[in-house]
């Protein structure tokens, strides 16, 4: 990875959404890792507060570096704990989302889930 600097500014955030219901996604596990190359490292794994959100940023202050990382939300296991019935194999089990932080400031990734479909965006 080309930039590996500490950078006391930055910092990673995430919620995440149930679309199917309109609510926040409360209990969901989420898994981080920094990439380098072909490597990936885990850093931590927290699950969502009742608001769908961590209850602290991913990655804030000195544990902020710039470069390449993934999210892996436990979607399936989220919504089969919903109660929401879902095909073996489901369609949306594990949802990884890939992504390059540049710059020291505030990334914000989301995830809005439903059993057929998530989409994500780069938020504020």
Known sequence: MAETSKADGGRLTTHVLDTATGKPAAGLSIELYRVDGTARTHLKTV?????????????AGADFRTGEYELVFAAGDYLRRQGTKLP?????????????????????????????????????
């Open 88 to 124: 073996e194999p489901a369609f949306l089990d594990i949802v990884p989302i890939r992504f390059g932080m540049a710059e020291p400031v505030h990334y914000h990734v989301p995830l809005l889930v439903s059993p057929y479909g998530y989409s994500t965006y780069r938020g504020s």
């Open 47 to 59: 699950a969502t507060n009742a608001d769908g959100r961590c209850d602290a940023p991913l990655l």
